[in-house]
């Protein structure tokens, strides 16, 4: 559950207050996130994690203190791209250092082992354990946002990374109590229910009209519900793919240009699943740049939007992922409708009557106004 600064909803009645009665240590202040992001490329969810730990609270001197500590932790172990060198160092010589980066893991087949990619320190072949992997599977798939204890340690010979893997903890929140939830959300009206909704997502309720928070809901629902596609198209600068890169550690924005069925569905060479098996949304951003290297893509596509499962080989795979799609109209939506159609943005390839049919919403983008810092 995540707030920002005391606003009253149209009963009159003080949100953050119902918040933190009833959702007691749960609460994040939204607009902490501001002061501490700066300098610190990561995604609001990791940010929130941080937030979440040191400054749950409504009493004004724990959240000073614990903003304190949130960013001692981020300029002691975030790792700056352009400061990596030195970091490495800083883990030569004191033998061991807690870091706070992106990780993915590959398997290394003619060694046998997999090995970890760290984003920003740059430092590739990082030995990491099979039951790491097991325990957490998107690392292989799109990479996490970990806090990780690396060590160093060198010998002649050596084949991998003189960087060893000590203990790897991925930022995402731990098992939900889903009657907790149900307990607390009784303590509110559905209007008020849904300004906090749309609060945990960073916006300000109070800001929009009745019709566009319903639109600004509408993008949530993939996160919740198994197998939703949907598209938005419209303006630029109205927030369409920040919902699915910075809100939420389950969903994973692939920003436009080409994919492959290997990487999105399933992998027959490694016989892996893809994508669509390891995370609750994968959003596709600047619809008019998606383009397949296989001939089948698309059909394969519009097979697993359908049923929710495609055949590769002889094998027939399940999985619950969403789509979503996003895009930029480049003219006025009447404009759109006189001289072509809505989905005008999309590809040649995806201009297909049975694609579209396959959506379950089609959001406007267009009635969203553009983002601004009172939102």
Not at 1 to 27: C, I, Q, W, Y
Not at 35 to 45: I, S
Not at 97 to 106: A, F, M
Not at 171 to 182: H, R, T, Y
């Amino acid at each position: 559950m995540t707030t920002s600064e005391p606003t009253t909803n149209t009963n009159g009645r003080n949100l953050d207050e119902l918040l933190n009665r009833h959702f007691a240590g749960k609460v994040v202040r939204k607009d902490l996130t501001k002061l501490v992001k700066e300098g610190a490329n990561v995604p609001v969810y990791v940010l929130e994690y941080l937030l979440g730990n040191y400054c749950a609270s409504n009493d004004d001197e724990v959240i000073q203190e614990g903003l304190k500590t949130v960013k001692k932790v981020l300029a002691e172990n975030y790792v700056r791209p352009d400061e990596a060198e030195k970091v490495k160092s800083l883990i030569r010589e004191r033998g061991s250092l807690k870091i706070i980066d992106k990780v993915t893991v590959s398997l290394n087949e003619r060694r046998d082992v997999y090995e970890a990619l760290l984003s920003n320190l740059g430092v590739k072949g990082v030995e990491v354990g099979s039951g790491v992997v097991k325990k957490f599977e998107k690392l292989l798939v799109g990479g996490i946002w970990c806090i990780i204890t690396l060590q160093y340690f060198f010998e002649e010979d050596q084949k991998g990374s003189p960087f060893v893997l000590q203990e790897l903890k991925p930022i995402q929140m731990p098992n939900m109590d889903m009657e907790e939830l149900f307990e607390g959300r009784r303590a509110f009206t559905e209007e008020e229910w849904i300004d906090v909704l749309l609060r945990s997502t960073g916006m300000e309720p109070t800001q929009f009209p009745q019709r566009v928070k319903w639109h600004l809901l509408a993008r949530m629902i993939p996160l919740v519900e198994n197998n939703f596609n949907c598209c938005e198209l419209g303006p630029r600068g109205t927030g369409k793919s920040h919902i699915y890169k910075e809100i939420s550690p389950n969903s994973i924005l692939i920003s436009g240009g080409q994919t492959t069925v290997a990487n999105l569905f399933y992998n027959m060479a490694r016989r892996v699943v893809g994508l669509v098996g390891l995370w609750d949304v994968v959003a596709f951003d600047e619809v008019a740049g998606i383009s397949f290297k296989d001939k089948d893509g698309v059909q394969i596509m519009k097979d697993y939007m359908a049923s929710g499962s495609f055949a590769r080989g002889r094998d027939a795979i399940n999985a619950y992922a969403s789509m979503v799609f996003v895009g930029n109209t480049n003219q006025p939506v009447d404009t759109l409708v006189k001289t072509s159609h809505l989905f005008a943005p999309f590809p040649e390839a995806m201009i297909d009557t049975a694609f579209f049919d396959r959506f379950h919403a089609y959001i406007p983008g267009w009635e969203i106004p553009k983002m601004r810092p009172e939102f």
